[in-house]
């Protein structure tokens, strides 16, 4: 690529901490001054406030987003031996997730288009030894939890959905947090709610899940120095909980912020010969955490951005079947088109609660200026 500075960002974490930053200093000057850094109130409050803010009951803070698949599948059982159901088109942190339990990612195509695991494909895949399904609200649009739901129900399996790109996102007009068995949470600081480092949480109805991905990540302890099973060390510390908590109470405006940009990218990019814009389906709220179009000569528009000062990523350039932290699993190019397709034709544009109207002006200009 031609080297031209970036005057556009695709997302501008330091705007966001510069709006909170009197309230994020003294929240974590509270956490330093109070000598108590692990497993306190500020994590306490912060899955108190975090449940309530997802319709759960329970909220448990884990170390990241990936520990949060791991810890909720294996709350479920989940282990060596078994199959959980994924998209073939997701970040890899899912597969991941499902791998480290032991079990086995199978891979689901989308529905072409709307980019959602396909309810229509899921139970094609079911075998005997299929446990669980892990559904990934993409981009920040909600899958279609209903369908999912009513065939592991009549399959005997189980839902972890991966939500580590809907915060706020709602599905059937209640909040994403509960419709599975166990909600994945990621709060690297690029998400819709974002730490100041790593951190991660899991939302469940069941207090038995709950308990139980609390001593998983805690050394399998729900008493100090009783260990009823190996767990590990993945916990949400007192300064990103408390940090979080100022960010929580901003989520909400933020993601409104975020629509604002996309109903602007929507109409005025609409006509635009060869781009297709996202879908937004009925019975759901998008937040939007990314703003994907579609075009063949993906390559060619990107570097037509990028001569502008416009920085774009490609979510995801590399599928996870096609890996090569997945080549054990054999799965060569065309196991999933559709995956595989998006993975060429897919690119993100600038997004997110900072974006300055002209700036969004800019990426549409330069959208419209594309004469391959
Ligand atoms: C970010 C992300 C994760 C992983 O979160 P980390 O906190 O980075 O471990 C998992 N799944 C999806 C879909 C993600 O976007």
């Not at 997730?97 to 689901?108: E, L, Q, S």
Request: hydrophobic share 45%; charged share 20%; aromatic share 8%.
């Amino acid at each position: 690529m031609t080297d031209v500075s970036v005057t556009v960002p695709f997302l501008d974490v330091l705007a966001a901490t510069q709006e909170l930053e009197t309230q994020v200093l003294e929240a974590v000057e509270r956490v330093v001054r109070s000598g108590w850094y692990l497993l306190g109130d500020e994590l306490a409050a912060f899955e108190r406030e975090f449940a309530t803010f997802t319709n759960a009951k329970h909220a448990v803070g884990v170390g990241n987003g990936l520990d949060a698949i791991v810890l909720a599948l294996q709350a479920l059982g989940i282990g060596p031996g078994d199959e959980v159901l994924v998209p073939s088109n997701t970040f890899i942190a899912t597969w991941l997730g499902v791998a480290r339990t032991g079990a086995i990612p199978v891979g689901v195509e989308p529905i072409d288009g709307e980019w959602n695991i396909d309810p229509d494909r899921l139970e094609a895949a079911i075998t005997s030894r299929t446990r669980a399904i892990v559904p990934v609200h993409l981009y920040g649009q909600p899958a279609d939890l209903k369908a999912v739901l009513s065939i592991a129900e009549r399959q005997g399996l189980v839902v972890v959905e991966d939500a580590a790109q809907a915060h706020g996102a709602s599905y059937a007009d209640r909040r994403i947090g509960s419709h599975g068995h166990a909600v994945a949470w990621s709060f690297y600081p690029g998400k819709n709610l974002g730490a100041f480092g790593d951190g991660g949480a899991v939302t469940t109805n069941d207090a038995n899940i709950a308990d139980r991905v609390r001593a998983l990540g805690n050394y399998g302890s729900s008493k100090k120095y009783l260990h009823d099973f190996a767990g590990t060390n993945s916990r949400l510390d007192e300064i990103q909980a408390a940090a979080l908590r100022v960010k929580l109470r901003y989520l909400d405006s933020w993601n409104a912020r975020r629509r604002i940009v996309a109903e602007r990218y929507t109409q005025e990019l609409a006509g635009i010969p060869g781009l297709s814009l996202p879908r937004m389906l009925p019975g759901r709220e998008h937040v939007w955490h990314l703003y994907v179009v579609d075009h063949e000569l993906r390559d060619q528009l990107q570097q037509h951005l990028a001569t502008r000062g416009i920085q774009t990523l490609v979510h995801y350039p590399i599928p996870p079947h096609l890996s090569g932290a997945f080549a054990s699993l054999g799965l060569v190019e065309g196991a999933f088109p559709i995956a595989e397709r998006a993975a060429r034709t897919h690119l993100s544009l600038p997004m997110g609660p900072h974006l300055s109207g002209q700036h969004i002006t800019r990426v549409i200009d330069a959208c419209r200026s594309f004469r391959p």
